[in-house]
């Protein structure tokens, strides 16, 4: 059996959380919890989930500023991040790619679509580190 594909959710809203972690713990998802930057980068610091769904609104470090940390570690410049937020202004979702992540799933959180978006961004996850070799 290879290991469940792990997730770093960084949420601090509890319902939000705990929506994500039922629906991905579902879907055979393997779940890391982060409220806050701070517990993010504890969780970081181990090895690297194979994908971080970043809300942007976070008490403290918000998301961006901790995407940004975490792309100037050379450890982490490929870690995919899907940005999860409320923000559902247009431009925003360009903000948040300049700002380092890869795609963007708007809250509140679809419950018919949200595991087969996840599911896409690992799928996409799995094609750039299988065909980017020489990248
Ligand atoms: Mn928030």
Not at 3 to 20: A, G, Y
Not at 71 to 93: E, F, K, Q, V, Y
Not at 99 to 110: E, L, Q, V
Not at 121 to 134: D, K, P, V
Request: charged fraction near 25%.
């Amino acid at each position: 059996m290879p290991e469940p594909e792990t997730i770093l959710v960084v949420e601090d809203n509890e319902q939000n959380l705990e929506l994500v972690e039922f629906l991905l713990d579902e879907a055979g998802i393997r779940v890391w919890k982060a409220r806050d930057a701070e517990e993010a980068r504890a969780l970081l610091g181990d090895r690297p989930p194979d994908l971080v769904l970043m809300d942007m609104q976070l008490p403290g470090t918000d998301g961006l500023s901790l995407v940004a940390e975490i792309r100037s570690n050379p450890a982490l410049t490929s870690l995919p991040i899907i940005a999860l937020t409320a923000h559902a202004m247009r431009g925003d979702r360009e903000r948040f790619i300049a700002g380092g992540c890869d795609g963007y799933i708007a809250k509140p959180i679809n419950v018919a679509s949200f595991v087969e978006e996840v599911q896409s961004a690992l799928q996409a996850a799995r094609t750039r580190r299988l065909g980017g070799g020489s990248a």
